[in-house]
C-alpha cells in the first residue's frame, strides 16, 4: 500500500496568512494527487486534482503543486470560512489511501 | 446536478452483517466511465477507503476489508450498495459514498451516515 504522510498534523494561522501542508508518498504516484477539505460534521470537498489542478468552484487562493512523492497544498491568503481539515488522497494505485488530514486553526 | 444519498442502520449489532445503500442522482451508474466508491471514518480520525464499483461492475476493494466487504449496484434503481460482515466497534464510523472522478478521485460525496457497533 501507498502510505500518505501529511504535514503538520495542525496549524495555527490568522486570517490573510499563507498556509502550506504537504503531504508525502511513499512511493512515486506521478501526478495522481487530490486534495480535499472538510469542516466538521460535513463530507469533504473536492479541491484540487491531478496534483495542480482547481475543481470549479474552489477560490484561486488554493493551489497545488509537486509530482513523483512530494506535494503541497497553498492557500495564499487564509479566509474564515477556510478554517477546516485537508486531506490529501493518492489515486495511482489501488488500494486508494489517504494521508492522516491537517487541521488548520484559528490563531 | 451530481447527487448521492447513503442510508442504512444507524445502530448495528457486534457480528452482524451491515448493508449500507448509495442512492444515486444526476448520472446513472451504468454509463461507461462511471465509478463509485465508499469511504469511511471513524469519529476524529482520518478518512479510509473501503471500495468502489465501475460502471461495467468491476469492482476493487480495500484488502485490509477485503474479507468482509461486498460492493454491488442495482442499475434500476440507480444505487450502489456496500455490505459489511461481522461488524465490530472497531468499524463504527461515518460512512461515505461518493462518485468517482477521472483517475480515482471523489466528488461529490453524499452526507455520510454515521453507523455505531454496539450491543
Known amino acids: 500500500d501507498i502510505q500518505m504522510t501529511q504535514s503538520p498534523s495542525s496549524v495555527s494561522a490568522s486570517v490573510g496568512d499563507r498556509v502550506t501542508i504537504t503531504c508525502r508518498a511513499s512511493q512515486d504516484i506521478s501526478s495522481r494527487l487530490a486534495w480535499y477539505q472538510q469542516k466538521p460534521g460535513k463530507a469533504p470537498n473536492l479541491l484540487i486534482f491531478?496534483?495542480?489542478t482547481l475543481q470549479n468552484g474552489v477560490p484561486s487562493r488554493f493551489s497545488g503543486s509537486g509530482s513523483g512523492t512530494d506535494f503541497t497544498l497553498t492557500i495564499s491568503s487564509l479566509q474564515p470560512e477556510d478554517f477546516a481539515t485537508y486531506y490529501c488522497q493518492q489515486a495511482n494505485s489501488f488500494p486508494l489511501t489517504f494521508g492522516g488530514g491537517t487541521k488548520v486553526e484559528i490563531k | 446536478q451530481i447527487t448521492l444519498k447513503e442510508s442504512g442502520p444507524t445502530l448495528v449489532k457486534p457480528t452482524q452483517t451491515l448493508t449500507l445503500t448509495c442512492t444515486c442522482s444526476?448520472?446513472?451508474?451504468?454509463?461507461?466511465?462511471?465509478?463509485v466508491g465508499w469511504i469511511r471514518q471513524s469519529p476524529g480520525k482520518a478518512l479510509e477507503w473501503l471500495a468502489l464499483?465501475?460502471?461495467?461492475?468491476?469492482?476493487r476493494y480495500s484488502p485490509s476489508l477485503k474479507n468482509r466487504l461486498t460492493i454491488t449496484k442495482d442499475a434500476s434503481k440507480n444505487q450502489v450498495v456496500l455490505t459489511l460482515t461481522d461488524m465490530d466497534p472497531e468499524d463504527t464510523a461515518t460512512y461515505f459514498c461518493?462518485?468517482?472522478?477521472?483517475?480515482?478521485?471523489?466528488?461529490?460525496w453524499g452526507q455520510g451516515t454515521l453507523v455505531t457497533v454496539s450491543s
Open positions: 464499483i465501475y460502471w461495467d461492475d468491476d469492482k
Open positions: 491531478a496534483a495542480s
Open positions: 461518493a462518485h468517482k472522478l477521472d483517475w480515482s478521485w471523489f466528488e461529490p
Open positions: 444526476g448520472f446513472s451508474v451504468t454509463t461507461t466511465g462511471v465509478g
